[in-house]
């Protein structure tokens, strides 16, 4: 056993930070053991240092942070500071100066990940991110080394908790959006400012990383279709009810079945009751792979949190000390195929649409003309007439997102259309 410590370096010390520097403390003799050689936390860079954290030494708490990772000691950097500045360039001083980086940093490395993994490359250090993505949640290794002999085809889950909590309150206590977000503020799953929660902004952070290792490809934020869930209506989960299903929102990146293309994007979807990812309650996360040796995976657990994501930060952390010991590194970039991602029109999967309608002869033939015209099928038809005028439910088939909008284009421009209520893809199926 080395006894000369390996040195770590924390940028942010919030909810995260501190956590990972009291279980750094707390499991230092198990660290140690699994390592091979003692972890010494060198220095932890804050932006407000005056603030109490409680187990966290104070004399290693500095605001200057590039001094830290400009030391040429550090071993390992752990950036938990979210966001892309200042910790873009604070990793890639990291590298340049010798130490391999954990980070817990989606939109990071959702958006600058292949340089990021070059700039780890060109230093021989390590880039680990398991964090980054559904917290607590094995996903990140399992995709970039169990599943590294195998092909995955599909990635489908629930990847943000706080959307997920606000769904699961709107669908078991009937609450509506805004009312099921304050109990998410209130209970602190919601941020202050929850837009990259509600608008699906995370979510999709996260559904190009998945996308991106999953089908060793360059998947970037800005290629992810993404709709939030602020428009999901009470109607909505009681149409889903009504259909046997729930809404979720949900980060699905599929491989094409010709295999030449990818998609990602992130939306609110029905699944039927019977998925498993209906039974994903409160804050959780679950996401389903599905390979084609393996077949069907599914990884489920908390997806946020202090506690969680710094179990995911600890367990990067004993990787790339260990394979510093042993002078190597651990997988880098894999984005060999280079696969195009195809715009949303090209994805197919079915749909609900609610329409508001005149209740007379020919209505109903009218509307399904317009879905014919378009090469869209209709799978169920469901109506409800009251004083003249009615709701109509339709489920379609399977067809591509294009057709679907063309459809509802034509269908807005009838005058028996009174107006489109909702549209809400169908899936899990
Ligand atoms: N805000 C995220 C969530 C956790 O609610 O799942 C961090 O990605």
Not at 75 to 84: N, Q
């Amino acid at each position: 056993m080395r006894t000369r410590p390996l040195k770590v370096a924390l940028l942010g010390c919030g909810v995260v930070g501190s956590e990972v520097a009291r279980i750094m403390t707390t499991h230092a003799d198990d660290l140690t053991a699994r390592i091979g050689a003692p972890i010494e936390l060198a220095g932890i860079a804050v932006r407000r240092p005056d603030r109490v954290r409680e187990g966290v030494p104070a004399e290693l708490i500095t605001t200057d942070a590039t001094a830290l990772v400009k030391r040429g000691d550090i071993d390992v950097v752990v950036e938990v500071i979210g966001g892309i500045e200042p910790a873009r360039t604070l990793i890639t001083t990291a590298f340049e100066h010798g130490a391999s980086v954990v980070s817990a940093n989606k939109a990071l490395l959702a958006e600058d990940g292949a340089a990021l993994h070059a700039a780890a490359e060109k230093q021989n250090a390590d880039l680990y991110y398991e964090a980054a993505v559904a917290g607590a949640i094995p996903l990140v290794r399992p995709l970039r080394e169990s599943l590294a002999g195998d092909k995955v085809n599909r990635v489908l889950g629930i990847v943000n908790g706080t959307t997920n909590f606000i769904l699961d309150r709107m669908d078991s206590s009937g609450a509506g959006y805004s009312e099921a977000l304050d109990e998410a503020t209130a209970l602190g799953y919601a941020e202050a400012d929850p837009t990259a929660d509600v608008e699906g902004f995370d979510a999709a952070a996260k559904a190009a990383i998945l996308a991106g290792i999953a089908f060793h490809t360059r998947v970037r934020l800005d290629d992810v279709h993404r709709e939030g869930l602020t428009e999901v209506t009470s109607a909505d989960i009681a149409s889903a009810k009504r259909m046997g299903c729930t809404v979720k929102l949900l980060a699905i990146c599929e491989r094409a079945a010709d295999g030449k293309s990818v998609t990602a994007r992130v939306h609110p979807a029905m699944i039927p009751l019977s998925h498993p990812l209906a039974s994903v309650r409160e804050a959780y996360n679950a996401v389903f792979v599905e390979a084609e040796a393996a077949g069907q995976l599914m990884f489920y657990g908390p997806g946020a949190g202090g506690s969680p994501t710094a179990s995911a930060v600890l367990g990067d952390l004993v990787v790339a000390c260990r394979n510093r010991l042993a002078n190597t590194t651990g997988p880098g970039d894999s984005a060999y195929t280079r696969l195009p991602v195809s715009p949303m029109g090209d994805v197919v999967t079915r749909y609900h649409i609610s329409l508001d309608v005149a209740d007379k002869p020919g209505v109903l033939a009218q509307v399904a003309t317009v879905f014919a015209e378009h090469d869209v099928s209709i799978d169920t038809v469901r109506q409800q007439g009251k004083d003249g005028e009615a709701s109509l439910v339709v489920v379609t088939h399977r067809a591509a997102d294009a057709a679907l909008s063309a459809t509802v284009e034509a269908l807005r421009r009838l005058d028996t259309v009174r107006g489109v209520a909702s549209i809400m893809r169908v899936e899990g199926e």
